[in-house]
Nanobody
């Protein structure tokens, strides 16, 4: 099983990034997928999630700025990040889970700075 994130980088405040996570080795359409962030010295926390059925939920801090989506044909989950703020700086991790499985990617760094 692999979850491989991409799309991170350095962006100025107010800018945008789109993160992608490609899954392999799982029946992707059956998995609830999520994006988590972990800033230095802080716990990993949920940013956004999308169920196997397409329902979404977001952390209050990103509502209206971030959008999670999935493409089951491409085994990929996305996180569109707009109006980025310095406090969004973190490593972003992709997660896929069912009732019995829980898989993580290696993370991609997002840095928001002028």
């Amino acid at each position: 099983v692999q979850l491989v994130e991409s799309g991170g980088g350095l962006v100025q405040p107010g800018g945008s990034l789109r993160l992608s996570c490609v899954a392999s080795g799982i029946i992707f359409r059956l998995y609830n997928m999520g994006w988590y962030s972990q800033a230095p010295g802080k716990q990993r926390e949920l940013v956004a999630a999308i169920t196997s059925g397409g329902n979404t939920n977001y952390a209050d801090s990103v509502k209206g700025r971030f959008t999670i989506s999935r493409d089951n044909a491409k085994n990929t989950v996305y996180l569109q990040m707009n109006s980025l703020k310095p406090e969004d700086t973190a490593v972003y991790y992709c997660n896929g889970r069912t009732l019995v499985n829980d898989f993580w990617g290696q993370g991609t760094q997002v840095t928001v700075s002028s």
